[in-house]
């Protein structure tokens, strides 16, 4: 028996779609096919770039949500840095209800340059404040005092140690950098405990403390940098430690160039930095010098150099792109040594101002929003210097 050619229905009829067909009708048919195949082809290239796309931006959003969302510093973390047994302490009345309509816990800590030494004990001495900054419902802000505790440490470099420069929480840690023997103490129940060392690494300096200034989290790595002045040796090096504890550094030469050149300073003149902040929401820093010059540096005037801009850099495998905001209201005497932005607000910012002119000493404390404008003027904190600030919620 001759066997069908084709599949057939049970009464042996060929089935339709597997007709025999003419060699035309084949010729079309293999068209069809290569016109479907090909169209096919183009619709799944199109879809997989599209998918790539999305997943990439998707990707970027969930780095940015994840570093913006990680933990900040809570009111009942500041307690415990401060107390090593926070259940005894009575709450205190902050803030009337009735009068704020947000309410930030304010974390300060000392740096008493050489007035750090306490000769009757042979060791060094710093200050960890606690304060309350209040929004307050008619607008602006204020801000009130409510405790401070010492903080000591027998570590030293030269005679000197405990200036302690800025104050950060990172690893569940409230961390503050020596600028005098390069150790980041975590400060916990009012102790300052010895977590890290950075030196100095090249050079005749090799081996000294490195002289951290501030200190911002970008990315979940904290990165910890000088002044930035040419003059001053390594100051073109920041430090970066990672969650796990590694340490590397980094050559910061351009990016501190392309501040200087946004500021309007250079060649010839200087910024020195103490102030800076990582802003995940633009995927920029933002510095807040100390001192600004068209000038060399010089250190008779350099007390009244105090900057009165706010630099936004930008920096990246293409470069270090930076710009300049003019600050609606200035004083040549006090310059930034510290600033954070204010958790759920990326457009405000809290700093604490430096002023040394003619032996006098004092720090201020103010409030801005990025664009330069004022939303709180200089508040007095002291007749000494506080040089590092952390905000709790």
Known sequence: MKSPSNYTSLSGTPLPLFAK??????AQRKMLLLLFGGASLMLLLVTSWQLRMLSVSEARDQLVHSHCSSPHMTDADALQAMYANTTQLVPQELESGRRCEQRYTLMLVADRDQASRNESTGDWRSVLRRGSLCRLRRGGFSVSWLDEVPLSSRLSYNGRGMELSDLIWFGGQLLACDDRTGVIFALRGGTAIPRHILTEEAGDLAGKGFKCEWMSIRHG????????????????????????????????????????????????GYLTHEAAAWDDYTDRW??????????????ETDERHGAH????????????????VALSAHNASRGFSSIKLLPGSPDEVVAIKTEEVEGRVASYLTVLRTDGSVLMGDVHIASAKFEGIEVAV
């Open 286 to 299: 933002l510095f807040a010098p100390r001192r600004s010059s068209v000038e060399a540096f010089d250190e």
């Open 309 to 324: 801009q706010l630099l936004w850099l930008r920096d990246s495998h293409n470069g270090s792109r930076a710009k300049a």
């Open 21 to 26: 067909r003419s060699r035309r009708g084949q």
């Open 221 to 268: 790595d904290l990165y910890i940098g000088g002044i930035g002045r040419p003059s001053i040796s390594r100051n073109d090096a920041v430090a970066v430690l990672e969650p796990g504890g590694a340490l590397h550094y980094v050559n910061w030469s351009q990016p501190y160039a392309a501040l200087r050149e946004a500021a309007g300073v250079a060649p010839h």
